[in-house]
């Protein structure tokens, strides 16, 4: 049995085709798991920007606490030199938790 060019060239061309579709198959398939595994991966990177986000807002608190602090004890250390210790001292130091530099620190502490 002999073959003609044309039979030949059309056993050729369906190989090829077969091939060519086998391989998009197998293509397309592991594009869809990447794609499924891209959405899991981009869930969780949500996930710890959300996180991320909840820690810089206690990081803000406590930053602004402990900028009310230097505050407080700057106005104490200028009013203890200008007044020579006396009232500001007291005010400063002695007053206990609700004043002062005590209140400040208590404040960046939360």
């Not at 001292?89 to 939360?110: F, H, K, L, N, Y």
């Amino acid at each position: 049995m002999i073959l003609t060019l044309n039979q030949v060239l059309n056993i050729i061309l369906t190989v090829a085709a077969v091939v060519v579709v086998t391989f998009l198959v197998l293509f397309l398939n592991q594009l869809r798991k990447t794609a499924r595994e891209a959405e899991k991966t981009m869930a969780k990177a949500q996930e710890a920007i959300d996180g991320l986000q909840v820690i810089e807002a206690k990081i803000n608190a406590g930053l602004d606490g402990v900028g009310e602090a230097e505050r407080d004890s700057i106005d104490c250390a200028r009013g203890v030199k200008d007044d020579g210790g006396g009232e500001w001292e007291r005010i400063c130091w002695g007053a206990g938790a609700g004043a002062g530099v005590t209140r400040g620190i208590a404040a960046g502490a939360r």
